[in-house]
């Protein structure tokens, strides 16, 4: 098949495109800076049209779109908001304008999303018919979702609320992992917030899963089936690199040192992950316990 990646050159599109690759399918990945030697890489300019880079979506089979300013990157100034909304919801919009303009549009859209839509729930079960919160992150994915839904008449759409995706060299476990080496880690505030993880081999099979379904349409929460809390997720991963974990960061640090980011993880959602599982999706993962013993063995 031929896939169009965009935003493919990140954390979760690198390990998709290796899978794609791997099992024959011509991947093209849509970058504002394409990697020199990657012959993949095929220049856009993700500002809400579509420009040359669009024939590469003329007969292509399936677009994922990961595109989108990081989340964790920087401190949440007014400035960094505009550019995580604007960096989701234009390319988005230039992934759409493409597609309503090629003679023989994909059959699939794969777009992200996160679990963030939900907001913060406590400790109440959230699935995909759950409504989106109403703070910055869910007004954030419900623009972004509601962008992608904009090509639903052309071609099958799939939102994709990704939770917190689980690999030592990327995402939130690299960021921790170090600290918990060293014996320094801990809970983070009250530790009572749940944390929606999936192992990043279970995220990729999932999207590799969306593609060949074709009765999978409209959102998918792509977290494992039993989510845990932040004080359980801390000792599970203690108990994964044989050290303590005693030293907890209390909220007010974390408000101080991280601004508003602080909120999302310092609030989390108990998602799971409903219809993938109606659908007979079925996780290599399913505990933490299994899913840090495999990562960091
Ligand atoms: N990783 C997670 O645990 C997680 C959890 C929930 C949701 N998600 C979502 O899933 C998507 C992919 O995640 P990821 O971890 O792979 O992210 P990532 O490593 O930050 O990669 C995202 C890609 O988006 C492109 N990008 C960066 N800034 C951009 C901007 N201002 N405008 C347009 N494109 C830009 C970059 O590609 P180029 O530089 O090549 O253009 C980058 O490689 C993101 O939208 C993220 O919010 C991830």
């Known amino acids: 098949m031929k896939i169009i990646l965009a935003g ?26 394409p990697r020199p030697g990657v012959d993949a890489d095929l220049p856009w300019k993700p500002d809400g049209t579509a420009g040359q880079w669009a024939t590469a979506l003329d ?3 399936a677009v994922i779109n990961l595109a989108g300013a990081g989340i964790a990157d920087h401190r949440w100034t007014e400035e960094r908001k505009r550019t995580l909304r604007s960096s989701r919801v234009l390319a988005t919009r230039s ?8 003679a023989r549009p994909p059959a699939l859209l794969v777009n992200g999303s996160a679990v963030g839509y939900y907001g913060a729930r406590g400790a109440e079960v959230v699935t995909e018919a759950t409504s989106p919160g109403a703070d910055f992150l869910s007004d954030l994915c419900a623009e972004w979702e509601r962008e992608a839904e904009q090509a639903s008449p052309v071609l099958r759409v799939a939102l994709l609320r990704t939770g917190l995706v689980l690999h ?7 960021k921790i ?6 014996g320094v880690g801990g809970r983070l505030g009250s530790g009572s917030q749940y944390m929606p993880w999936i192992h990043l081999d279970d995220w990729v099979e999932m999207v590799v899963w969306l593609i060949a379904n074709h009765t999978a349409r409209g959102a998918f929460n ?26 907890p960061v209390p909220g007010f ?45």
């Open 8 to 33: 493919g050159s990140g954390f979760l599109g690198r390990a998709l495109a290796t899978r794609l690759q791997r099992d024959g399918h011509a991947v093209t990945n849509l970058s504002r800076h």
């Open 168 to 174: 030592p060299q990327g995402g939130v476990l690299e």
């Open 95 to 102: 992934v759409v304008t493409a597609i309503r303009q090629v």
């Open 59 to 61: 007969g292509a089979d």
């Open 222 to 247: 792509a977290t494992a089936p039993t989510p845990v809390t932040n004080a359980e997720f801390t000792r599970a991963l203690a108990r994964a690199v044989h050290r303590p974990a005693f030293l």
């Open 177 to 182: 992992l170090l600290p918990f080496r060293i």
């Open 253 to 297: 640090g974390l408000r101080l040192a991280l601004g508003e980011f602080a909120n999302s993880v310092l609030v989390g959602q108990r998602a799971i992950p409903a219809r993938a599982a109606e659908l007979g999706f079925e996780f290599r993962f399913q505990t933490i316990d299994a899913a840090l013993a495999d990562l960091l063995r």
